[in-house]
Nanobody, 127 residues
C-alpha cells in the first residue's frame, strides 16, 4: 500500500513562514504529480499547489500565489511546500496527494484523479 507522509504543520503567527513536507515511496513511473490540498472543517478540500514530477510544471491557487513555493526532491521522494506571509485564513488541515498520469484531463489533475492521500497536518495561523 502506497503511503504518503505529510509533516511540518504547527502553530505560527501571522506573517510567519512554514515548510510542509510530503514523503512518498515513489510510484515506479516518472509521470505523476504531487499536490497539496487544504481543508477547513465543514468546507471543501481545495488545491493549494501541485507539481509534476516529469516536467516540473507547477500550479498555485490564487489564494497562495506569490506566497508559496512547491518543490520536488526526486532524490529522496519528498515534495515541499514553503509558505510565507501566512495569514489566519491559511489555517487548515493540509493534505498531500499523488496522481499518476493515466491521461489527465487537465493539469493540475482533478481531485478524483488522485489515487493516494496522506494523513493531514494541521496548520494554525494565530496571534
Amino acid at each position: 500500500e502506497v503511503q504518503l507522509q505529510a509533516s511540518g504543520g504547527g502553530t505560527v503567527q501571522p506573517g510567519a513562514s512554514l515548510r510542509l513536507s510530503c514523503a512518498h515511496p515513489g510510484f515506479g513511473v516518472d509521470d505523476y504529480a504531487i499536490a497539496w490540498y487544504r481543508q477547513v472543517p465543514g468546507e471543501e478540500r481545495l488545491t493549494v499547489a501541485c507539481i509534476s514530477n516529469k516536467d516540473g510544471r507547477t500550479f498555485y491557487a490564487d489564494s497562495v500565489k506569490d506566497r508559496a513555493t512547491i518543490s520536488n526532491n526526486k532524490g529522496n521522494h519528498t515534495v515541499s511546500l514553503l509558505m510565507h506571509s501566512l495569514k489566519p485564513e491559511d489555517t487548515a488541515v493540509y493534505f498531500c496527494a499523488a496522481s499518476i498520469d493515466r491521461g489527465w484531463f487537465r493539469f493540475p489533475p482533478y481531485r478524483w484523479e488522485y489515487e493516494y492521500w496522506g494523513k493531514g497536518t494541521l496548520v494554525t495561523v494565530s496571534s
